[in-house]
């Protein structure tokens, strides 16, 4: 298991020619680990605490629904609640914001209240009439009405109508009216801030139009692919003109609207309210007018500099539009991928909601109530339940990275293509799954054992945030940048290892190390085409965001007397950055895979009979072409002329 074995120094690369299982013991770690999950999840089925967190249970530690024994110095436990499978809550609006929880007495009843209950005299009708008891167990329902301890050991009055919630067995208030001091403080804040309530009515104004333009983002993304993958030859150009359009273009209509908007707040015609969401929407204008005006000098003063690049990019998108004809289902990795994620985390906050019902029951001497404590080692189960959540999360994002790495090695390492897989994808699936998984699990444990530390002192930083003095403050800070940056690094690292695993099969170390190495060695030749496009996915980012901001512009301006814009096109230019993120990513990734194959290629073929190039003649002479402008001073050229003279054998 030594990392970077130095006994092999050099070794020629093989692709595809030999496959054996890579990094076994990591994956046997990983394996451990998993049972250790598995472990941590039985715990609270085995004790009980998985029945208690769905049936839901009462202030005395009795499960609803099922038979109970008792708990040592509290004599309401213990008791059969078969009959009684609902949790009632004496007073639901009750509610501590800071522990996330009810204050409130529980009780198992047999029956939820579906009308509301005024009186105590209501109270014992519907006891006696469905035999649900939503007072105390120790009083009779004939005594509802005079039990000496009625305010405290019946509901609060009125009682509000309820529903089981699916699966919890919760008598939840159908009435919001029922959190009525809740809403009311929640309200007093937002009246007291004035902009923060026509901000969030803003919000409510435009849900439909935010709605509408986020479905907008995703087709647009779709769209965006689908010319990245026909129309590649013409996508820079297309893409350059769009951009300088649309930012010039998006830059005079805010500047327009900033002082239309203007105008008509100078005209006094209109209400109190309305004067005071026009204020608000003039200088929201004015900021989102100076930002892209900002942006649109730095975005043109950046393609200025870079045109003679921009042409010598063509080649690279004709070649990765090649990748997805034949690999068309790539785009969809991400849909998998984040269905693998929400199953993951849905399955995770069902164990954490376990564990914090799980443990021993203790009486709690201030209120007579039960609580669940887990006590001694087993109070470190949450922690590695915490570390599980990090390491499997990142298990699941590598392999899609080696997914769609070991399908474009395929694809590039294949002369014919006719000869590919039928399904190429999912036979490097399989691969990964039989040959590589350890890899991964070595690869995404670096990953989270530089993210936790991070996650940590964010943590800290949050509690210890307005009582650590400035020195203290600068110094989480530069940490949390430190790690972040040294985790985006070993990120691009590992996504490199992984497609130097796919080429040639080796461990986790050695493909980190060969593949540093050779990037390396073409710096000069990598970072060109990485620049350029990375740029070039950036601008098409840019293009979807500032489209779909556009069509939020237009849209909101026709309500302009009821909506303020700022949180609306802030959520609207998000989401749209998002969505065109998720599936322009795949794209960068293949990419990125595309950039070390050639590498390989150009390193242990010369285009002699035996080693002919793997790579496309377009490719090759793209390489060699910027190979060619960026030497041709120094007479160094000629290398790469010949090299793009020999061309691919197939």
Same mark, same amino acid.
């Given at each position: 298991m030594g990392c970077c074995s130095s006994a092999e120094v050099k070794r020629d690369w093989k692709?595809?020619?030999?496959?054996?299982?890579?990094?076994?013991?990591?994956?046997?770690?990983?394996?451990?680990?998993?049972?250790?999950?598995?472990c941590v999840c039985a715990y609270p089925i085995a004790t009980g605490a998985t029945s208690r967190?769905?049936?839901?249970?009462?202030?005395?530690?009795?499960?609803?629904?099922?038979?109970?024994?008792?708990?040592?110095?509290?004599?309401?436990?213990?008791?059969?609640?078969?009959?009684?499978?609902?949790?009632?809550?004496?007073?639901?609006?009750?509610?501590? @914001?800071?522990?996330?929880?009810? /204050? *409130? %007495?529980? $009780?198992?009843?047999?029956?939820? #209240?579906?009308?509301?209950?005024?009186?105590?005299?209501?109270?014992?009708?519907?006891?006696?009439?469905?035999?649900?008891?939503?007072?105390?167990?120790?009083?009779?329902?004939?005594?509802?009405?005079s039990h000496s301890e009625r305010s405290t050991k019946c509901p609060? @009055?009125?009682?509000?109508?309820? /529903? *089981? %919630?699916? $699966?919890?067995?919760?008598?939840? #208030?159908v009435d919001i009216g029922c959190y009525a001091e809740f809403a009311q403080s929640f309200i007093t804040f937002v009246s007291d801030n004035s902009v923060l309530r026509r901000v969030i009515a803003g919000v409510m104004a435009s849900k439909e139009i935010i709605m509408g333009l986020c479905v907008l983002a995703l087709v647009l993304s779709l769209i965006m692919m689908v010319v990245i993958r026909y129309i590649s030859i013409v996508l820079v150009w297309i893409l350059t003109v769009l951009v300088i359009i649309g930012s010039i273009g998006g830059t005079g209509v805010l500047w327009w609207l900033y002082a239309d908007h203007r105008k008509a707040l100078d005209n006094n015609s209109?209400?109190?309210?309305?004067?005071?969401?026009?204020?608000?929407?003039?200088?929201?204008?004015?900021?989102?007018?100076?930002?892209?005006t900002i942006f649109t000098v730095v975005l043109l003063l950046l393609m200025f500099f870079m045109r003679r690049r921009v042409a010598l990019t063509i080649s690279l998108f004709h070649v990765a539009g090649q990748v997805f004809t034949h690999l068309p289902l790539l785009a969809l990795q991400p849909f998998w991928t984040f269905l693998c994620l929400l199953l993951f985390w849905v399955y995770w906050v069902t164990v954490l909601l376990s564990l914090g019902v799980s443990g021993t029951p203790v009486k709690n001497n201030s209120t007579g109530e039960v609580e669940y404590q887990m006590q001694g080692p087993l109070q470190y189960l949450v922690w590695y339940h915490a570390v599980g959540l990090i390491w499997v999360n990142e298990f699941i994002l590598a392999f899609q990275q080696m997914t769609i790495a070991g399908a474009v090695v395929t694809y590039y390492f294949t002369r014919n293509k006719s000869q590919l897989p039928v399904t190429p994808i999912l036979s490097s699936m399989a691969?990964?799954?039989?040959?590589?998984?350890?890899?991964?699990?070595?690869?995404?444990?670096?990953?989270?054992?530089?993210?936790?530390?991070?996650?940590?002192?964010?943590?800290?930083?949050?509690?210890?945030k307005g009582k650590e003095n400035a020195c203290a403050r600068c110094v989480l800070k530069a940490c949390v940048c430190c790690l972040w940056c040294l985790e985006r690094c070993l990120a691009y690292l590992n996504q490199n290892a992984y497609a130097a695993t796919a080429i040639n099969s080796t461990d986790f170390c050695t493909s980190a190390?060969?593949?540093?190495?050779?990037?390396?060695?073409?710096?000069?030749?990598?970072?060109?085409?990485?620049?350029?496009?990375?740029?070039?996915?950036?601008?098409?980012?840019?293009?979807?965001?500032?489209?779909?901001?556009?069509?939020?512009?237009?849209?909101?301006?026709?309500?302009?007397?009821?909506?303020?814009?700022?949180?609306?096109?802030?959520?609207?230019g998000l989401f749209s950055f998002l969505v065109a993120h998720t599936f322009l990513s795949v794209f960068e990734n293949v990419v990125d895979v595309l950039f070390l194959c050639f590498a390989v290629?150009?390193?242990?073929?010369?285009?002699?009979?035996?080693?002919?190039?793997?790579?496309?003649?377009?490719?090759?002479?793209?390489?060699?072409?910027?190979?060619?402008?960026?030497?041709?001073?120094?007479?160094?050229?000629?290398?790469?002329?010949?090299?793009?003279?020999?061309?691919?054998?197939?």
């Amino acid at each position: 298991m030594g990392c970077c074995s130095s006994a092999e120094v050099k070794r020629d690369w093989k692709p595809l020619e030999e496959r054996c299982c890579t990094d076994v013991p990591w994956l046997i770690v990983f394996l451990l680990f998993c049972i250790g999950m598995v472990c941590v999840c039985a715990y609270p089925i085995a004790t009980g605490a998985t029945s208690r967190l769905i049936s839901g249970y009462d202030s005395y530690g009795n499960t609803c629904g099922q038979n109970n024994s008792r708990v040592e110095g509290v004599a309401l436990s213990g008791r059969d609640m078969r009959e009684n499978r609902y949790v009632f809550f004496l007073d639901p609006c009750n509610l501590d @914001l800071i522990n996330r929880k009810i /204050k *409130s %007495v529980a $009780l198992c009843v047999s029956k939820c #209240p579906s009308a509301e209950l005024k009186t105590l005299s209501d109270l014992k009708n519907f006891a006696l009439n469905n035999g649900s008891h939503l007072c105390s167990y120790d009083v009779s329902p004939t005594r509802y009405t005079s039990h000496s301890e009625r305010s405290t050991k019946c509901p609060k @009055l009125p009682v509000p109508p309820s /529903k *089981s %919630v699916p $699966l919890l067995r919760r008598c939840v #208030p159908v009435d919001i009216g029922c959190y009525a001091e809740f809403a009311q403080s929640f309200i007093t804040f937002v009246s007291d801030n004035s902009v923060l309530r026509r901000v969030i009515a803003g919000v409510m104004a435009s849900k439909e139009i935010i709605m509408g333009l986020c479905v907008l983002a995703l087709v647009l993304s779709l769209i965006m692919m689908v010319v990245i993958r026909y129309i590649s030859i013409v996508l820079v150009w297309i893409l350059t003109v769009l951009v300088i359009i649309g930012s010039i273009g998006g830059t005079g209509v805010l500047w327009w609207l900033y002082a239309d908007h203007r105008k008509a707040l100078d005209n006094n015609s209109l209400s109190v309210f309305g004067k005071e969401v026009a204020s608000d929407n003039v200088t929201a204008l004015l900021v989102y007018a100076i930002v892209a005006t900002i942006f649109t000098v730095v975005l043109l003063l950046l393609m200025f500099f870079m045109r003679r690049r921009v042409a010598l990019t063509i080649s690279l998108f004709h070649v990765a539009g090649q990748v997805f004809t034949h690999l068309p289902l790539l785009a969809l990795q991400p849909f998998w991928t984040f269905l693998c994620l929400l199953l993951f985390w849905v399955y995770w906050v069902t164990v954490l909601l376990s564990l914090g019902v799980s443990g021993t029951p203790v009486k709690n001497n201030s209120t007579g109530e039960v609580e669940y404590q887990m006590q001694g080692p087993l109070q470190y189960l949450v922690w590695y339940h915490a570390v599980g959540l990090i390491w499997v999360n990142e298990f699941i994002l590598a392999f899609q990275q080696m997914t769609i790495a070991g399908a474009v090695v395929t694809y590039y390492f294949t002369r014919n293509k006719s000869q590919l897989p039928v399904t190429p994808i999912l036979s490097s699936m399989a691969r990964t799954i039989r040959y590589h998984l350890g890899t991964l699990a070595k690869g995404s444990f670096i990953i989270t054992l530089v993210k936790i530390p991070r996650l940590i002192i964010m943590y800290v930083h949050s509690q210890l945030k307005g009582k650590e003095n400035a020195c203290a403050r600068c110094v989480l800070k530069a940490c949390v940048c430190c790690l972040w940056c040294l985790e985006r690094c070993l990120a691009y690292l590992n996504q490199n290892a992984y497609a130097a695993t796919a080429i040639n099969s080796t461990d986790f170390c050695t493909s980190a190390r060969d593949a540093f190495l050779i990037l390396v060695e073409n710096a000069l030749r990598v970072a060109a085409i990485n620049t350029v496009g990375d740029f070039v996915l950036f601008l098409a980012k840019v293009l979807v965001v500032s489209c779909t901001a556009f069509a939020g512009v237009l849209a909101l301006n026709y309500q302009r007397e009821y909506t303020v814009w700022v949180l609306p096109l802030l959520i609207i230019g998000l989401f749209s950055f998002l969505v065109a993120h998720t599936f322009l990513s795949v794209f960068e990734n293949v990419v990125d895979v595309l950039f070390l194959c050639f590498a390989v290629d150009s390193k242990y073929n010369d285009g002699s009979p035996g080693r002919e190039f793997y790579m496309d003649k377009a490719l090759m002479e793209f390489v060699a072409s910027s190979k060619k402008s960026a030497w041709s001073a120094d007479g160094d050229g000629r290398e790469m002329k010949s090299m793009a003279s020999g061309g691919p054998s197939a």
